[in-house]
């Protein structure tokens, strides 16, 4: 079966409940320990701007842009997870637009943005040429995008993580890097959410598109953008104090940000 990003789109909305409920009961552990902490600190100056969260999820990494002072319109393809996010809105307003919208589509006319942000999103889109073309085509002339995602060289089809005696990671085993999968479908929950708060909760089944390193920062410079800066992150001793479990992050780099602007 070939998955689009409309079949990629409604796997995720029925992935959306039990991500929500786990993510916001803190265990999604690599997000709050150290990966959106290092993606906001890479952030410009974003203070009065008009900004597109591309791919926002239940939004809560949205809400943390629209803390550094932007006006933020926040789109997803997962209706389930829109509605989360427009709950919680509701609940606590910062001042931000949900809207069910996919990425290779999106609703809005040419130069409307300021900037882009897309946290963890780009990858699980099958089109990613034309979510990029989408992207530059929203954001007015010096506009910038800034995305994160699994990093390419360590984030292969065959991947083992290989532990000492006292469980600490001392080597990710990584193969198969040119491998496409092409929507193959990866069943996975949050390892360190315990047995009582996964209880009847399924695990969330995600459509998996990879690319190398050379294609993502290919597909950058062929949407038109200009590649400003990129980033590593790596969980500081202090985050480690806090969630220990992130251990293995500091062997290999687990994500890739880049952020490119618009020239013209």
Not at 113 to 135: H, V, Y
């Amino acid at each position: 079966m070939t998955i689009d990003h409309r079949e990629a789109g409604r796997l995720w909305d029925e992935n959306a409940e039990a991500w929500t409920r786990l993510s916001r009961a803190g265990y999604d552990i690599y997000r709050d320990s150290f990966n959106t902490p290092a993606f906001l600190q890479m952030l410009p100056d974003i203070e009065g701007l008009r900004g597109i969260d591309i791919g926002c999820g239940e939004g809560w990494n949205t809400r943390q842009v629209a803390a550094m002072g932007a006006r933020i319109t926040a789109i997803d393809v997962a209706r389930r997870f829109i509605g989360f996010a427009v709950e919680e809105e509701r609940e606590s307003p910062v001042g931000i637009d949900y809207a069910v919208a996919n990425a290779v589509e999106l609703p809005f006319d040419d130069a409307t943005f300021d900037f882009a942000t897309a946290f963890m999103s780009m990858m699980d889109i099958p089109d990613k040429p034309d979510a990029l073309r989408e992207a530059y085509r929203v954001l007015k002339p010096g506009g910038f995008l800034q995305f994160s995602i699994c990093h390419p060289c360590f984030d292969t089809p065959h991947r083992v993580n290989l532990r000492n005696e006292q469980g600490q990671t001392y080597a990710i085993e990584v193969g198969q890097y040119f491998r496409q999968m092409n929507g193959e479908i990866l069943e996975w929950i949050f390892t360190d959410a315990p047995d009582d708060a996964k209880e009847g909760l399924p695990p969330f089944r995600v459509a998996r598109f990879n690319s190398t390193m050379s294609e993502w920062l290919n597909l950058v410079i062929e949407a038109g953008f200009a590649i400003e800066r990129t980033a590593e992150p790596c969980p500081s001793g202090e985050a480690l104090e806090r969630w220990p479990a992130a251990q293995d992050a500091t062997v290999v780099a687990y994500f890739f940000h880049l952020r490119a602007r618009r020239q013209t």
